[in-house]
């Protein structure tokens, strides 16, 4: 009877604590997904109390939809959330990596239908993030060309390119007289493309994703559009 009671007692402490947590969580995340800045939601910990958790009444229903993995782990406190985050490595990537497969599948899907609502390439994505007219920007991890200028100092002539780092040093060694005055007194500046374009669209408020290779959709977004992308919050003319 003394145990059948204590097991009672126990029972109920637990059932209090998770829904403590439960209460800290849905606190401390749903005004993260209203901002839609929560991606998912791992949970970890040593026995089947995680399981409990999860199946129990505990979290918001919004944000039980975003539990992406639950993992089991032998230590608590500061030693458990790395073993968590260690342990979690492997759901992160598969999650990132559907993620991104919907991206790119829903990219095409604007392509083929031909709705104006994407554009790709480096002109044209620089062109409407000038205008702020960007949704979220796609840009794949191996995308590495350049930004260029080139500017006499004797006429203030002037150009700007875009090109790989090879095509660069092949062109500051080409371009050693300016071509309005003849004048040898040119400077050049360089910078990347792609930090230059996550930064302008932070300015207008745009979301950015950065495209990995680890997928066909990533390497057939890769090959087939330069790596750079966009969709729009509403058509060009």
């Not at 990132?96 to 604007?110: C, D, M, T």
């Not at 409407?128 to 200028?149: F, H, M, N, P």
């Not at 290779?213 to 090959?223: A, M, P, R, S, V």
Request: glycine fraction near 8%; include cysteine; proline fraction near 2%.
């Amino acid at each position: 009877q003394s145990a059948r009671r204590y097991e009672r007692i126990r029972e109920q402490e637990t059932h209090e604590f998770m829904k403590r947590i439960g209460e800290h969580a849905n606190k401390a995340f749903l005004p993260l997904l209203e901002k839609g800045e929560l991606r998912g939601i791992i949970i970890g910990g040593p026995g089947p109390t995680k399981e409990e958790f999860v199946d129990g009444d505990y979290l918001h229903h919004e944000l039980r939809k975003k539990v992406i993995g639950v993992v089991d782990i032998s230590y608590h406190g500061e030693y458990g959330l790395r073993e968590l985050v260690e342990k979690a490595s492997d759901i992160l990537r598969d999650h990132e990596a559907v993620k991104e497969r919907h991206l790119i599948q829903n990219f095409f899907r604007h392509l083929v239908k031909d709705t104006g609502m994407i554009t790709y390439g480096e002109k044209e994505v620089r062109k409407a993030l000038e205008l702020g007219a960007v949704d979220t920007l796609l840009i794949s991890e191996g995308y590495d060309k350049v930004r260029v200028r080139a500017k006499c100092n004797n006429c203030g002539w002037q150009e700007e390119k875009t090109m790989s780092e090879q095509e660069f040093h092949v062109y500051k060694k080409k371009l050693t007289h300016c071509p309005k005055c003849g004048s040898q007194n040119i400077n050049f500046e360089k910078w990347d493309v792609a930090e230059e374009f996550i930064k302008m669209a932070e300015e207008s408020g745009s979301d950015v994703e950065i495209i990995s290779l680890d997928t066909d959709e990533g390497q057939q977004f890769y090959k087939a559009f330069g790596g750079l992308g966009a969709f729009l919050r509403y058509k060009i003319q």
